[in-house]
């Protein structure tokens, strides 16, 4: 699983140093290995048009960034799934998440994503997919097993 992220205060050089080439060589030390499952962690918005005068420019740098890791990992023999969340807060974990190919923008708890992440490397149901995450009501058994 490549979860990692520059964080914020970095600049826009360090999002591509993160979020891009340290999640392609992530993969590439997967193939590597031998490892197939591969889950990979993005960001919502990493798919539209990223417009720097809208999100600013290292937030645009972010996406793109996170957008190029995506393009790298769907070109791999990887069992793959990118997980796009919405906006990381800090709260304590529901439990109850929107989980599909496209979901409303909206906030998720980190622990969340950690609980939907691990469900999806136990699972065979989302290879070859890219799939966004909230908060929600479905319990996050449930709304992996729908994929």
Do not use: C
């Not at 190029?68 to 807060?89: F, K, N, Y």
């Not at 950690?114 to 449930?142: H, K, M, Y």
Request: hydrophobic share 45%; no cysteine; glycine share 10%.
């Amino acid at each position: 699983m490549f979860a990692a992220g520059a964080g914020p205060g970095s600049g826009a050089p360090r999002k591509d140093t993160v979020d891009r080439a340290a999640a392609v060589l992530f993969a590439d030390a997967a193939e590597r290995a031998g490892v197939r499952r591969f889950v990979q962690i993005s960001a919502m918005g990493a798919s539209g048009p990223i417009d720097a005068a809208v999100v600013g420019d290292v937030f645009a740098a972010y996406l793109h960034a996170k957008a190029a890791a995506e393009e790298d990992l769907r070109s791999r023999d990887l069992d793959w799934t990118i997980l796009r969340p919405g906006g990381l807060t800090d709260d304590p974990a529901t439990g109850l998440v929107h989980l599909a190919d496209d979901v409303p923008r909206g906030d998720v708890p980190r622990d969340d994503v950690a609980a939907v992440t691990q469900a999806l490397l136990s699972d065979d149901l989302a290879f070859g997919r890219t799939v966004e995450l909230t908060s929600g009501n479905t319990p996050i058994a449930e709304a992996v097993s729908r994929l």
